[in-house]
């Protein structure tokens, strides 16, 4: 095996053997991947965080409750996170109501 100076990434890369060329694309490969994974965590948590904010804004507007559970129930697929938890809430809290104005009669 002949030693050389050049000490580039090309050279370096060419001149490895066989299972070394190989692990270094399988790294290669494992660390795309991985960048792809984070890219696509950091747009999951961004639009959770939209969703979140947009649902904040609608909720501490006054506006009225039930109508704002309609509203979410009716768009359920694009809400976020903190919107479903209020509709899942306000669900129940309405079952409860009528519970007990039933059971009071």
């Known amino acids: 095996m002949q030693v050389t100076n050049d000490m580039s ?3 370096l890369i060419s001149h490895a053997s066989v299972p070394v060329q190989l692990i270094m694309l399988m ?12 890219f696509a965590k950091r747009m999951a948590i961004k639009r959770a965080h939209d969703q979140t904010r947009r649902f904040e804004d ?9 109508m704002l559970q309609q509203a979410v129930a009716s ?3 694009e809400q ?8 899942a ?5 309405l079952k409860a109501r009528r519970g007990n104005a039933s059971g009071d009669a």
């Open 9 to 11: 990434l090309l050279s």
């Open 27 to 38: 790294l290669l490969g494992i660390s795309i991947m991985s960048w792809t994974y984070i």
């Open 58 to 66: 609608d909720f501490w507007s006054g506006g009225d409750l039930s």
């Open 75 to 77: 768009r359920r697929d």
């Open 80 to 87: 976020g996170a903190l919107a479903r938890i209020f509709d």
């Open 89 to 93: 809430g306000m669900t129940e809290f």
